[in-house]
Each structure stands twice: as structure tokens, then as C-alpha cells.
């Protein structure tokens, strides 16, 4: 019955931004903390970012620190990956994920939920 859906993937030239959204069903989603992951064709799973309960604290990946920010609005059960300054090297599916414990989802673990994932595609 837990669901999340992931939007707004798509094509960007390199230097170009894309904001990817999150929506949450089923769960009460003040009680997680929420997380992006990505993963390129041929790699392994990689942590992009990762927000606690209500927001107060966010972690990325060294990869997108000081490109990319987590957010999260609550009331509509929802969580953000803003991306700015894109590199090909940006190029993956990308999935969100909740988890109780935000210290192990920061972590890249404990996740209890996953969403089906964006494609996003950078071009040069």
C-alpha cells in the first residue's frame, strides 16, 4: 500500500537543472526520513542526498555537494531533489527513499521503502 512516485526526469544539457519530486502514499510521512539515490547504467547504487523528519538537516554525496538540495514539504508528502549545474556524469535513474532512522539513511542504510525511479539524462 506504501507508494513513491518519482517525477521529473527527463533531458538536460550539461550546465542546465531539473527538479525531481517525490510524492509519498500510504505511510505517515513526517516519520521518515527521506533520500535520493541514483544509479548509472553499468554502476552501482550510489547516495545522493538524504533529509531528516522535518527538515532541519540535510547530507549529500560528495559528488553533488554544492549542486544539488534536498527539501521536503510535509503537508503535501513530498520530497525534492533540486539540480543544478548538471554534468553528464550526472546521468542515472534516480531513486527516492524513506526510512525511520535518518542517521542509517544518511548512511545509505535502512531504507524500508523505495520509489521506482526518474531517468535522468544529461547531454553534452
Known amino acids: 500500500q506504501v507508494q513513491l512516485v518519482e517525477f521529473g526526469g527527463g533531458l538536460v544539457q550539461a550546465g542546465g537543472s531539473l527538479r525531481l519530486s517525490c510524492a509519498a502514499s500510504g505511510l505517515t510521512f513526517s516519520s521518515y526520513a527521506m533520500g535520493w539515490f541514483r544509479q548509472a547504467p553499468g554502476k552501482e547504487r550510489e547516495f545522493v542526498a538524504a533529509?531528516?523528519?522535518?527538515?532541519?538537516?540535510?547530507y549529500y554525496g560528495d559528488s553533488v555537494k554544492g549542486r544539488f538540495t534536498i527539501s521536503r514539504d510535509n503537508a503535501k508528502n513530498t520530497v525534492y531533489l533540486q539540480m543544478n549545474s548538471l554534468k553528464p556524469e550526472d546521468t542515472a535513474a534516480y531513486y527516492c527513499a524513506a526510512g525511520r532512522i535518518y542517521s542509517d539513511l544518511r548512511a545509505g542504510q535502512g531504507m524500508d521503502y523505495w520509489g521506482k525511479g526518474t531517468l535522468v539524462t544529461v547531454s553534452s
Open positions: 533529509i531528516s523528519w522535518g527538515g532541519g538537516s540535510t
